[in-house]
């Protein structure tokens, strides 16, 4: 993960919108209240400044007044969502672990942040309760976050990444950037109301790790399409656990069918739901599709207004 992150640091930036709470605020939240003894440098005074501001003693040795000119210092506040339920275990589109990918969007996400000097947080489940960690900005932080994705392998927690947005839209009161890293689930209707309560105070990128086929698998030896995980003692490895589809199922084209148009409705439903709530999708099915399938939502949610 680490070259990988080596090699795209020069290439994407975190654009937020509705950056500000009004037109005299600056970029983002200000790391400062107030003004100091330092300022940045000194200006021509003109209507509208602070008479506080001027500088008397530089003043006095110039034609006009000047005016001390601040400058706030200011951080991006990002939150990860990140499913860490059983469900992530099972093998993704690409062939490797949905949890493996998912540590891989949630590293690039929590790289930009920490390398601008931004802040990142995760809303994290531990099998008992959901919190929200505290922020991070470095590099060692972030990969204490990672790290408690990867904890997760193994457990028996159903959470999804809906349950961890329910928790954090009555818990997340500043505003951040929310970036959702999310295995394939079923978004209808009736989750708009949550959506669009999160949308409106926060923005939202949602990164979908596509399932595998499991008729592909199938055909392949009937690997498990649901955990490739390994059964109790079979530490090796050689032995595998996990639902699988019979091969004679798998053969008939009118099964492949009815499953390839199931599948199809259930995506085209979970993008609707999410445009209508106005956030940027982008799926993922492979490690080599990481990189710019995130290009592309960054972008997406640059231009979108």
């Not at 690409?94 to 931004?118: H, P, Q």
């Not at 997340?172 to 970036?179: A, G, S, Y």
């Not at 492949?256 to 599948?263: K, V």
């Not at 956030?279 to 993922?284: D, G, S």
Request: with cysteine; hydrophobic share 45%; aromatic share 4%.
């Amino acid at each position: 993960m680490t070259a990988l992150l080596t090699r795209i640091r020069a290439r994407l930036t975190l654009h937020t919108h509705r950056r500000v709470a009004s037109l005299l605020d600056g970029g983002w939240a200000s790391l400062f209240h107030g003004q100091s003894l330092d300022f940045d440098d000194l200006r021509e005074y003109v209507d509208g400044d602070e008479i506080r501001d001027i500088d008397w003693k530089a003043s006095a040795r110039h034609p006009v007044p000047l005016v001390k000119r601040y400058t706030d210092h200011r951080r991006l506040r990002l939150a990860l969502v990140v499913a860490t339920g059983r469900s992530m275990d099972a093998t993704a589109a690409g062939g490797e672990s949905k949890r493996d990918l998912a540590i891989l969007l949630a590293g690039m996400a929590g790289w930009f942040a920490v390398r601008g000097g931004d802040e990142v947080c995760m809303a994290a489940n531990d099998g008992h309760r959901v919190h929200l960690t505290r922020p991070e900005s470095s590099e060692a932080g972030l990969e204490h976050l990672l790290r408690r994705i990867l904890a997760r392998r193994g457990t028996h927690d159903d959470s999804t990444a809906l349950d961890l947005l329910d928790w954090l839209s009555t818990r997340l009161r500043r505003r951040h950037l929310v970036i959702v890293i999310s295995d394939e689930i079923d978004l209808t209707d009736a989750h708009l109301r949550l959506l669009r309560k999160i949308s409106g105070h926060h923005e939202i990128l949602w990164l979908t790790v596509l399932e595998a086929d499991p008729l592909a698998l199938a055909a392949a030896d009937d690997t498990p399409f649901d955990i490739g995980a390994t059964v109790a003692g079979a530490a090796a490895g050689t032995v595998r656990s996990g639902s699988t589809v019979p091969s004679l199922l798998a053969a008939d084209p009118r099964v492949a069918e009815a499953y390839r148009a199931a599948e199809s409705a259930r995506r085209d439903s979970t993008a609707r739901v999410l445009r209508a709530a106005g956030i940027v999708q982008e799926r993922v099915g492979a490690s080599a599709q990481a990189l710019p399938a995130f290009h592309r939502a960054a972008e997406r949610h640059r231009r979108a207004r």
